[in-house]
């Protein structure tokens, strides 16, 4: 049916687009549930219709067999009252509403058999639509979940330049650290090194001695 069809064609747009990102994934899931809910409302206005044709058509048969019964039953009253003639004109229209009359079943026929295949397809469009609101409330969880993971993996991304940035300060720190090192090394007195070599080999000599007199005291 043309509104299946189109249902078809309505699913797979939505679908590349979603793929292809050109649009917001929640924006075009809700709009294709909406498009198939429209679908379902057009469809049952058109199986509300049908029905109602196919009624008015056995309504319409039932009407001219009834009269096409009339038309027999004065045909038979008159030949009785041996009028011919009359009897066979009542024939003559008896056998137009008859005609009429099977036209008509024959429609019945046929617009039971569109009715009931557009009730089919109702039901497959209602069936569809609800698996379509459970997937779609799915592929929103899903599509929000991924943009987040995508923020986040674009904030971690900029916080590199801000990592690298530490870690080239503590690098410079480290090296001017050094620097003042060498520096300090470089503006010591040596005069004043060699009197603090002498004034340390001075403790260690006194130390000795003092050692030495209380093993003397011991022994």
Do not use: C, H
């Amino acid at each position: 049916m043309g509104l299946l069809d189109r249902f078809s064609r309505l699913v797979r747009s939505n679908v590349n687009n979603l793929v292809n990102g050109a649009e917001d994934p929640e924006k075009v899931l809700q709009q294709t549930v909406a498009d198939m809910q429209s679908d379902l409302v057009s469809m049952r206005q058109a199986v509300a219709q049908a029905i109602a044709t196919q009624k008015r058509t056995e309504r319409q048969s039932e009407q001219a067999a009834r009269t096409a019964q009339e038309w027999y039953s004065r045909a038979q009253m008159a030949l009785q009252k041996g009028d011919d003639n009359t009897a066979r004109e009542a024939l003559t229209r008896r056998q137009t509403y008859a005609q009429t009359a099977q036209t008509l079943s024959a429609q019945i026929a046929q617009q039971k058999d569109i009715v009931g295949q557009l009730k089919q397809n109702m039901m497959t469009l209602e069936s569809q639509i609800s698996d379509a609101r459970t997937k779609k409330d799915m592929y929103i969880a899903r599509a929000r979940a991924a943009q987040s993971s995508a923020r986040l993996n674009d904030m971690i991304a900029g916080t590199g330049g801000s990592v690298n940035a530490f870690e080239n300060m503590e690098s410079r720190v480290i090296d001017l650290e050094a620097q003042a090192e060498v520096s300090k090394e470089l503006s010591r007195d040596p005069l004043e090194d060699r009197f603090a070599s002498l004034e340390g080999q001075g403790n260690v000599e006194a130390q000795l001695a003092e050692m030495k007199a209380k093993m003397i005291e011991g022994s």
